[in-house]
């Protein structure tokens, strides 16, 4: 927080104009009482309820129970947790490479770091559509490449098969965002004090050390908020997974958002209460995990320093 | 001496194929909705030679782009418009009004961008429902108001904070009532950061499927990202038309990009930085 902040907020708060403050913040919490809080709470009512379009029908823990042994649920949090732990990793790592090619003064630095950051400004309709051709089996980019190198032994309809079709979609959140990534952090780098490292190359300090010992300690909460926000971000994912596959071969891409919307949209069961137990145990999952996550972060923060 | 061109020739050789990996899918996308799906199917990797301009006009009107167009832009249009104003009121009050509960408000708000969205989705569904605002552009203006709400907050009171207490005492001496410091104060000189926000809203929503897909059916309502899906689910094999869909959807995106690549860039990485 700007060292003017808490003094801005004394000097206006010396008269507390309610009626003002009323009016700055209604709207804002008008929409997100309509629209985010009661949606949420009225999901977790749900949750315990058999909801058909004209009855309500409380069934405790039912749902609940029957969730515990739902093999599909548990086939997609696998799914969806490999997601969210495979791409930060492969994304940060990327970008931290590039972000260190450009920061070493390339010519057309400029030029690489707005062209890397186009995939990110599609939508994962117009990507998942894409890479749908780019994994083609006959006439796709990838297999058309393998043959051409004589691996034609190693083409296969990369999205049709139970064993590639996960990793196939990992590698295209990863194509997206890694640019994003790179972005932030060249952001970081551009903002580390010019002294630390000229202090370290008086030191004598090879390109490796500088790097290790200097500059990834100075971003590391850069990095770690990367990983965080992209790992949120596949905690969620629906459209691309949609737009391609839908979860298939075999529940094999399978995301707890897709189950989620087929429970509530595309089954004819009728009942809105079990998708929304899903929902609401998904929630409660991501919200413990992004806590435990910060709260890992912190603490290896502290014993360090 | 040598070594050192060598390396950096490598360097180059290196980020060069990067780009042609991040930016490929996008300029071969671009090739092929200027060719007709026949011209495709003969060879896949061709330019477009000659490019056919009017399949643009076939999209726009035969095969309804047009309509879904129109709708992704009133609903994006109307929803950043909202949430410009509201965001930028809200925080503006958080950021410069001392009061109870300040900072509970503000973290409320603002930890919504880690929910997931099923926990509201199936409910909106319900309640949009019930209020007779299901399948209308202007429930999913609404939702797209509340989601996006979080992130502006967020992004508008960070800038606000910053900007000094002198200026506002001033104001207060000239007799600026509490909203003509807001709307003649605070905002001119936000603008930088409330241009960043408009900027960063309008390429999300423009983009967003889940919350349209769930609250959206009828064909005259469709945004741009439904209208693809119905079109690649009637017509797979189609591979030109399909591609000249993506690009009218893609277009006004690189368009903003083009022009305000520098802010953008800035929005989207303010979060991620601090």
């Excluded at chain 2, 809203?201 to 919350?211: A, G, K, M, R, S």
């Excluded at chain 2, 690009?247 to 368009?255: E, F, H, K, T």
Aim: glycine share 6%; aromatic share 14%; hydrophobic share 55%.
């Amino acid at each position: 927080m700007p060292a003017g902040h808490e003094q801005n907020l004394h000097q206006d708060g010396l008269r507390k104009p309610w009626a003002t403050i009323g009016v700055f913040l209604l709207p804002s919490l008008a929409i997100y009482a309509a629209f985010t809080a009661y949606p949420a709470v009225r999901t977790i009512w749900n949750s315990f309820h058999r909801v058909l379009p004209r009855s309500d029908e409380p069934v405790g823990l039912a749902n609940y129970a029957e969730l515990m042994r739902d093999e599909i649920f548990w086939r997609s949090v696998r799914n969806t947790i490999t997601w969210a732990c495979t791409s930060p990793l492969v994304e940060v790592s990327v970008a931290l490479l590039l972000a260190l090619a450009l920061y070493a003064k390339v010519p057309g630095a400029r030029f690489f770091r707005v062209a890397w950051f186009t995939p990110v400004l599609m939508s994962y309709v117009v990507v998942g559509i894409l890479w749908l051709w780019i994994y083609n089996f006959d006439w796709g980019p990838v297999n058309v490449a393998l043959r051409a190198l004589g691996l034609g032994s190693w083409a296969k309809p990369w999205l049709g098969d139970p064993n590639t079709a996960l990793p196939a979609l990992i590698f295209v959140t990863s194509w997206m965002w890694v640019g994003f990534n790179m972005v932030v952090l060249l952001a970081a780098l551009h903002s580390l004090p010019r002294e630390v490292l000229e202090a370290a190359e008086l030191d004598n300090c090879g390109w490796g050390g500088k790097l290790v010992f200097v500059i990834l300690p100075l971003i590391r909460a850069t990095l770690l908020n990367l990983v965080v926000l992209s790992f949120i971000g596949k905690m969620k994912i629906f459209d691309l997974v949609w737009i391609t596959t839908k979860g298939n071969p075999l529940w094999a891409t399978e995301t707890v958002s897709t189950y989620v919307y087929k429970r509530a949209f595309e089954w004819t069961t009728f009942d809105l209460g079990y998708p929304s137990t899903i929902a609401a145990l998904w929630f409660v999952i991501v919200l413990g995990s992004v806590l435990t996550l910060t709260w890992l972060f912190r603490l290896r923060q502290k014993l360090e320093y | 001496m040598t070594m050192a061109a060598l390396k950096r020739a490598a360097l180059l050789l290196l980020l060069s194929l990067y780009t042609a990996f991040a930016a490929g899918p996008f300029v071969w996308a671009a090739m092929l909705s200027l060719r007709t799906t026949t011209e495709i199917h003969r060879n896949h990797f061709a330019p477009p030679n000659p490019a056919h301009w009017d399949k643009f006009a076939e999209a726009w009107f035969t095969s309804n782009y047009g309509v879904y167009f129109t709708n992704s832009t009133q609903v994006v249009v109307s929803a950043v418009v909202i949430l410009t104003l509201v965001g930028s009121m809200a925080a503006h009050c958080l950021a410069r009004y001392r009061f109870r509960f300040n900072r509970v408000i503000y973290f409320v708000l603002f930890s919504t961008i880690i929910f997931p969205p099923q926990i509201t989705i199936i409910s909106l569904f319900q309640i949009l429902v019930q209020y007779g605002l299901y399948n209308s552009k202007l429930g999913l203006t609404l939702v797209y108001v509340a989601i996006q709400l979080p992130l502006t907050i967020y992004l508008l009171e960070s800038f606000f904070a910053r900007i000094p207490s002198d200026l506002f005492d001033a104001a207060r001496i000239d007799g600026y009532s509490d909203w003509e410091i807001f709307w003649r104060v605070s905002l001119p000189i936000a603008l930088p950061a409330v241009a960043t926000t408009v900027i960063l809203n309008f390429i999300l929503l423009w983009n967003e499927f889940l919350y349209a897909v769930v609250l959206i059916t009828e064909e005259a309502n469709r945004t741009l990202p439904l209208g693809i899906q119905r079109f690649i689910g009637d017509t797979q094999e189609d591979v030109g038309m399909i591609a000249t869909g993506l690009m009218i959807a893609i277009i006004p995106v690189v368009v903003v990009y083009a022009f305000f690549s520098e802010r953008l860039i800035q929005g989207m990485t303010a979060g991620a930085v601090k």
